[in-house]
C-alpha cells in the first residue's frame, strides 16, 4: 500500500514538472528578455572587443530598452572605436561573397510560415553594386511558397574549410531582409530582366555554335513566366571576420542601407 502511494505520487510530481515545462515554453518573455541571457559584466576577457573610453560596461550588457533581440548585435554599433568605415564594411562583405569572382555562392536560407521556420540550400548572386541578392527557381518548391507568404528571409553564408581552423580563422555572413518573387509576366518585368541579367552570366554557358549560346535577352525571355527570380533586399548585413581584430576593429560589422532622403 505504502509502496503504491510512493509511485502515485512520484507519477503526479512528474506530470506537474511537465506541466510546469510547458507553462515555460508558453510564457512571453519578459521585456528585454530573461535576465539570463545577458553577460554579467565581471571581469573583461582578454579577448574582448574595443570600445570608447567613456563607456560603461552596463551600456552594452543590459536590456537598453529598445529591442533586446537586436540589441545584442547593436552593442557593437554603440561604441565608434572598433568600427569599421562603411565602405570597408562593404568591400569586406563583397569578398566575402565573391565566390569565383562572379560573387555567386552557396547560402542557407531561412524563410517562415505560420511561425515554422524553414531552413534551405541555395546559391544567390550578389549584384555588388546594389547590395542585392537573386536566385533562380523551379516554380512549386516549398521555399517559394513560404515567401509568397511571408517575405521576411534570413540568409547565412559560412565557409565551408579544409583546415577546420572554425574558431580562429571564422568567417560567416548573416542577412535580414525582404524577399520579393518575380515571374516576368505579373508587371514585374523590369526588375525580373535586372535579375536575370545578374544572375544568368554566372551559370555555365554552353559551348558556342553558330547558333549558340543564345543571346542574353532571348534566355531572358525564354525565362519569363516559367522560372521564379528571388530577389533579396537586404536590411541588415552582419559579417564576422576574427581578422578584422588585427586591424584594431570589432571582429562583427554591422551594415545597414543608406537611408533614403
Ligand atoms: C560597446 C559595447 C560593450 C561594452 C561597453 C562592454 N562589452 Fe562586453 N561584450 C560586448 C559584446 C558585443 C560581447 C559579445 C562578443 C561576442 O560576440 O563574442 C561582449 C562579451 C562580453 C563577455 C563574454 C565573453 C564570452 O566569451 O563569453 C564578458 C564577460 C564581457 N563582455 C564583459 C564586459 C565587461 C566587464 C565590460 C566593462 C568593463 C564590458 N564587457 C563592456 C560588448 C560590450
Same mark, same amino acid.
Given at each position: 500500500?505504502? $509502496? ?20 515555460? #515554453? ?8 530573461? $535576465?539570463?541571457? *545577458?553577460?554579467?559584466?565581471?571581469a ?6 574595443? *570600445?570608447d ?17 537586436t ?7 554603440? !561604441?565608434?572605436?572598433?568600427?569599421m568605415? %562603411? ?17 555567386r ?11 515554422k ?5 541555395i ?11 537573386y536566385?533562380?527557381?523551379? $516554380? ?9 507568404s511571408? @517575405?521576411?528571409? !534570413?540568409?547565412?553564408?559560412? %565557409?565551408? %574549410? ?24 505579373t ?13 544568368? @552570366?554566372?551559370?555555365?554557358?554552353p559551348? @558556342?555554335?553558330?547558333i ?10 525564354m ?11 537586404? #536590411? ?5 571576420? %576574427? !581578422? ?18
Amino acid at each position: 500500500m505504502k $509502496k503504491t502511494l510512493v509511485i502515485l505520487v512520484a507519477i503526479a510530481a512528474t506530470a506537474l514538472l511537465q506541466a510546469g515545462a510547458f507553462a515555460a #515554453e508558453k510564457t512571453p518573455s519578459e521585456k528585454g528578455g530573461p $535576465k539570463w541571457l *545577458y553577460v554579467t559584466p565581471t571581469a573583461k576577457p582578454p579577448y574582448h572587443g574595443v *570600445y570608447d573610453e567613456t563607456m560603461k560596461c552596463i551600456d552594452c550588457h543590459s536590456y537598453d530598452g529598445v529591442d533586446a533581440y537586436t540589441s545584442a548585435t547593436m552593442a557593437m554599433k554603440k !561604441s565608434v572605436k572598433g568600427s569599421m568605415p %562603411r565602405k570597408e564594411i562593404e568591400e569586406a562583405i563583397a569578398e566575402a561573397l565573391k565566390g569565383r569572382g562572379d560573387h555567386r555562392e552557396i547560402f542557407v536560407l531561412a524563410t517562415a510560415y505560420e511561425n515554422k521556420p524553414l531552413a534551405t540550400v541555395i546559391e544567390f548572386v550578389l549584384d555588388p553594386k546594389t547590395f542585392t541578392f537573386y536566385a533562380i527557381s523551379e $516554380k512549386q518548391t516549398e521555399k517559394l511558397f513560404q515567401m509568397d507568404s511571408n @517575405p521576411n528571409v !534570413s540568409m547565412a553564408y559560412v %565557409r565551408h %574549410r579544409t583546415d577546420f581552423d572554425y574558431f580562429g580563422g571564422a568567417l560567416g555572413v548573416q542577412i535580414v531582409g525582404k524577399a520579393k518573387l518575380l515571374t516576368g509576366v505579373t508587371g514585374d518585368e523590369a526588375e525580373f530582366i535586372e535579375g536575370a541579367r545578374v544572375y544568368l @552570366p554566372t551559370l555555365p554557358q554552353p559551348v @558556342p555554335t553558330s547558333i549558340q549560346p543564345p543571346p542574353l535577352e532571348d534566355m531572358i525571355n525564354m525565362m519569363k513566366g516559367k522560372k521564379v527570380i528571388t530577389k533579396v533586399t537586404p #536590411e541588415r548585413i552582419v559579417i564576422l571576420n %576574427r !581578422s578584422f581584430k588585427d586591424k584594431g576593429y570589432h571582429a562583427v560589422q554591422i551594415w545597414t542601407p543608406e537611408k533614403k532622403k
